[in-house]
């Protein structure tokens, strides 16, 4: 008899061992689904600031509205005239003692 006590009792324990495993397991898959959840939705936010960025980068960059801010903001005007000037850079100097045969 002092043996199927202990049996049973070791049948009870694991009998509640799993229900309490059980319990901890529903609460922990219920607070991850509401993690999930808010996770999902703040993907979903993130999706839709990147969209409104990527519209407003390319309004932004646009060359008609850089210059219709450039003629507002600050007063710039085209020049009137298109002028370009290219600049050679000087021919190299010789070092003293050296002569341009051996310098190259």
């Known amino acids: 008899m002092n043996a199927r006590l202990i049996v049973t009792l070791i049948a009870l324990a694991a009998v509640i061992g799993s229900a309490l495993g059980m319990v901890f397991t529903r609460h922990e898959s219920r607070r991850q689904s509401v993690e999930l959840g808010r996770l999902e939705d703040q ?41 370009i000037l290219v600049v050679e850079p000087p021919a190299p100097r010789n070092r003293v003692g050296q002569s341009r045969a051996s310098h190259r």
């Open 43 to 83: 993907r979903d936010d993130y999706i839709a600031e990147w969209s409104r960025l990527q519209l407003e980068q390319a309004f932004l960059a646009d060359a008609g509205q850089v210059e219709s801010k450039a003629r507002e903001r600050l007063g710039m005007q085209p020049p009137q005239e298109t002028l």
